[in-house]
């Protein structure tokens, strides 16, 4: 695919990088920039996510993507690709920022994932020239412009050593809001997270926490629920909608045997109203 470039400035939506630290000459980009600045969210965390953090950021990330917020991260294994995926599966806009040149994605187990990013209407970018070394370093300073691209940041588990709090640096340094999820304080994957939060981070739960400070403006309106064909079919919808995205879960709320639960499944997902997202995991197309 065609790799655009731009300098920062000549973009309403990234003209925000100007008021970085080292601010970058060219942005090199495959899919679309958003042509106007609005309420922006980046959701970063670590690479290998426990099942709470990986339904924490699922949630968060498509809560805020369906009420028109843009999601950015780095594509990165965990977090990062879950927080896009999760973006992308409200069709909603998400920009992923890369620690390597264009047209190379990685990691490549993410091709697909960058793919349907561009194909929603989003970007894969990177401020590095085609042909230039990957050095470790290129990945910490990614990090200033995923933070330096958002109106806020939300850290959604991190250990204490996480590659993640670099990226909460930096927010700081740019005079973003940080937002964290607490943790159980036993988990090694929440002491990052924690820590922060004893700085002076702020909680965040739900959407709401974000918008009320970033866009309290912001719509509330939700998209429409679907009705299913029969009483069971709407009652999954509606569980679904409310966040319940668990197939065994689904289950024990419906109260029914696990044969009618699989047939209202299968009959919603051929109607195209629900999506697997792997793992019996669920969501609203």
Not at 95 to 101: F, I, Q, R, S
Request: with cysteine.
């Amino acid at each position: 695919m065609k790799i655009n470039t731009i300098s920062p400035d000549k973009n309403d939506f990234t003209k925000v990088l100007a008021n970085i630290a080292k601010v970058p000459k060219k942005l090199h980009y495959i899919g679309k920039l958003p042509a106007d600045r609005v309420p922006t969210v980046a959701i970063v965390g670590t690479r290998r996510p426990s099942s709470y953090g990986k339904e924490v950021t699922q949630r968060l990330s498509y809560d805020l993507a369906e009420r028109g917020i843009i999601i950015v991260s780095g594509l990165a294994l965990g977090v990062d690709a879950i927080a896009h995926q999760a973006a992308l599966d409200t069709n909603g806009t998400t920009l992923a920022v890369l620690g390597n040149a264009l047209p190379d994605i990685s990691p490549r187990t993410n091709h697909r994932l960058a793919q349907d990013i561009v194909a929603n209407g989003g970007a894969v970018m990177s401020e590095y020239t085609q042909g230039s070394k990957v050095y470790p370093s290129n990945f910490l300073e990614r990090n200033r412009l995923v933070a330096g691209l958002a109106d806020a940041i939300i850290i959604t588990e991190a250990t204490s050593r996480s590659g993640t709090l670099n990226t909460a640096a930096r927010a700081l340094e740019q005079g973003k809001e940080l937002f964290v999820v607490p943790g159980p304080i036993t988990s090694p994957l929440s002491a990052g997270c924690n820590a922060l939060l004893k700085q002076g981070a702020h909680v965040v739960t739900e959407y709401r926490d974000v918008l009320d400070i970033i866009a309290p403006s912001a719509t509330e309106s939700i998209k429409a629920v679907p009705l299913g064909q029969t009483e069971l079919e709407t009652a999954i919808i509606t569980h679904i909608s409310h966040g319940v995205r668990d197939g065994a879960e689904l289950q024990r709320i419906v109260a029914v045997d696990q044969a009618e639960f699989a047939t209202a499944l299968t009959m919603l997902e051929l109607a195209g109203t629900i999506k697997a997202l792997g793992a019996n995991k669920w969501t609203i197309r």
